[in-house]
């Protein structure tokens, strides 16, 4: 007998249960710019300790010292979309009928409590408390952090689009159409933009951002390649190069659905801001180095970076539930009951 606590379980749009879900998502934003602005500015170790701070959950002179400033306020954003993703968890389990949404829904709050343990782990590990001469440990461990950012913004985007209207009251029947290719280009494009910026988490947590401080050449007699090669410069090196692959690869899956008249007006729109976005990805990027790493310039680009990765991710989510275009949608079984709809393969 199913328990009277999930009798109000629906599958309908919960219009509370979406805007909430885009409050969650805009803290996360705010998460990523402190966190990408501590970095920037090199305060991740303003205090020594952790989960508090000084030994306090409001330490002396956070508010006048600015390393101390942008790292508790990252870890107070930090527990801040904690305590929203713990909210949007109860939320849906109490009211989604969704399995695969609920299981999202749980998904995300795990990954914010390994996130917040990465965090302390930077801390805890870092060289200033084990009193050692290197700092892999505590880097591998920011590395993580950063990257597991990303992916928990994906997370986010992909909870705001089921619990919208959209998505909902469509009931699966998004309007266009898209095929194979240009789905398994959207998982090509996510994948590279995801190591672009794994890359570009190594090159800031190393502190590389300047190891080529040329651009867009890469050696002050104008050449294209380092005159010299060391770790800082072949990372910082790499990064140019992954960004030249992503380019592509971003313009090439956005050709692919803007000149398809059939993909729809929410897909050809999301391929219009993709395209906007790597514009100013591209344009911060030149001026974190023309700048000489300006923390907010370098920050932004960070924060652009989550942005750009977050809407192809939109887009790709979006290209799996449109239905495939008539030439490509198989044939029906006649000796097998139906289960589905062959168009739309995401039943959630």
């Given at each position: 007998m199913e328990s009277p606590f999930f009798q109000h379980r629906t599958t309908g749009y919960k219009p509370l249960l979406a805007w909430f879900c885009l409050f969650a998502l805009l803290w996360t934003i705010f998460l990523l710019f402190a966190g990408g602005f501590t970095t920037s500015i090199q305060a991740g170790m303003a205090f020594l300790d952790w989960p508090l701070s000084n030994g306090s959950i409001n330490p002396d002179g956070w508010l006048t010292d600015r390393d101390m400033r942008a790292e508790h306020s990252h870890r107070i954003l930090g527990t801040k979309v904690g305590i929203l993703t713990a909210a949007l968890f109860l939320w849906f389990f109490i009211r989604e009928e969704r399995k695969?949404?609920?299981?999202?829904?749980?998904?995300?709050?795990?990954?914010?409590?390994?996130?917040?343990?990465?965090?302390?782990?930077?801390?805890?590990?870092?060289?200033?408390?084990?009193?050692?001469e290197g700092n892999a440990l505590a880097q591998g461990f920011a590395i993580a952090h950063a990257c597991l950012a990303q992916i928990f913004l994906c997370v986010l985007v992909t909870l705001a689009i089921c619990a919208s209207r959209m998505w909902?009251?469509?009931?699966?029947?998004?309007?266009?159409?898209v095929d194979k290719k240009t789905r398994m280009l959207g998982i090509a494009t996510c994948t590279a933009l995801f190591f672009q910026l794994l890359i570009g988490a190594i090159v800031r947590h190393n502190h590389a951002g300047l190891a080529i401080p040329y651009f867009p050449k890469s050696n002050p007699d104008c050449g294209w390649l380092p005159m010299i090669w060391t770790f800082p410069i072949s990372i910082h090196f790499a990064h140019r190069i992954g960004a030249l692959v992503v380019t592509a690869v971003l313009l090439a899956f956005v050709w692919r659905i803007l000149r398809s008249d059939k993909s729809g007006k929410i897909a050809q729109a999301g391929g219009l801001a993709i395209v906007a976005l790597l514009a100013i990805q591209i344009f911060l990027g030149a001026l974190t180095v023309l700048t000489l790493k300006n923390e907010y310039a370098a920050t932004l680009h960070m924060l652009f970076g989550a942005f750009l990765l977050g809407t192809t991710w939109f887009v790709t989510f979006l290209c799996f539930r449109l239905p495939l275009p008539s030439a490509e949608v198989p044939e029906p079984q006649t000796d097998q009951p139906e289960t589905g709809d062959a168009t739309d393969p995401v039943h959630v």
């Open positions: 695969p949404v609920r299981r999202l829904a749980g998904i995300a709050l795990g990954m914010v409590i390994v996130q917040g343990l990465l965090g302390g782990a930077r801390v805890r590990f870092d060289q200033l408390n084990l009193l050692t909902i009251e469509q009931n699966g029947r998004l309007r266009g159409a």
